[in-house]
């Protein structure tokens, strides 16, 4: 079964400094790792992927994210948090053709 | 047609009523997944279809619930004899088989009174 923690219910960072929130997968196989965020009332909007090849990964908005296959984690990162990053953001797994799991969400608030 | 289109957006019912939503995916997406999320969690996986085949629902979908794509294209879920641990917000996303993520659509919030 796959599964994903996001061990951080809440994240503040201040406007201007870097932000990370952190995401750790369990899955039988190679894992397909997803950042999605989402506004009051919205659905999900997707942020990034990890599917293969390089671990780093560049998504929308300036996010990044790095697979971590020894730590099996897959933290989302910000260089320079802004005000209008606050929102809720959801860490998920697929493990082939298996349908996507998220995690529990992560709070982000950036105040100015 | 540039998303995941569900409908309504908000529904307001009272306890033991049924209820209907509407997803209209991207029209060459092959694939439809239905969730649902509650307050607080993140959302929780119910049934997905390729074409007009089910081919996995959730225990989470109990015998009240049922989904639906007749043609291949849009899809129902309908909550029968509607209960307050119901009220969510029930999130429809699409995909080609071929691909690894989701597009999702704005989600219909119930709530059940």
């Known amino acids: 079964a796959q599964s994903v923690a996001q061990p951080e219910d809440q994240v503040n960072v201040a406007e201007g400094n870097p932000l990370t929130v952190k995401c750790t997968y369990s899955?039988?196989?190679?894992?397909?790792l997803f950042w999605y965020v989402q506004y009051p009332n919205r659905g999900l909007q997707f942020l990034l992927k990890?599917?293969?090849?390089?671990?780093l990964v560049k998504g929308s908005y300036g996010f990044e994210a790095e697979f971590n296959k020894s730590q099996t984690s897959f933290h989302l990162k910000k260089p320079s948090a802004l005000v209008s990053d606050s929102a809720l953001y959801f860490c998920?797994?697929?493990?082939?053709?298996?349908?996507?799991?998220f995690g529990a969400g992560t709070r982000l608030t950036v105040k100015p | 047609d540039t998303g995941v289109s569900q409908n309504p957006r908000h529904k307001i019912t009272k306890r033991g009523q049924n209820v209907t939503f509407r997803c209209d995916p991207i029209?060459?997406?092959?694939?439809l997944y239905w969730y649902r999320q509650t307050l607080g969690q993140g959302p929780e996986f119910l049934t997905y279809?390729?074409?007009?085949?089910?081919?996995?629902k959730s225990r989470l979908l109990s015998d009240r619930f049922s989904a639906e794509r007749p043609k291949g294209s849009f899809s129902t879920l309908e909550i029968q004899r509607t209960e307050q641990g119901d009220s969510a917000m029930y999130l429809c996303?699409?995909?080609?088989?071929?691909?690894?993520?989701?597009?999702f659509g704005s989600g219909t919030r119930l709530t059940v009174v």
């Open positions: 996303a699409s995909s080609l088989a071929t691909s690894y993520g989701y597009t």
């Open positions: 899955v039988s196989g190679n894992p397909y």
């Open positions: 990890y599917i293969t090849g390089d671990n």
């Open positions: 998920a797994v697929r493990a082939g053709n298996n349908d996507m799991r």
């Open positions: 029209s060459e997406h092959n694939r």
């Open positions: 279809f390729q074409n007009e085949a089910q081919l996995e």
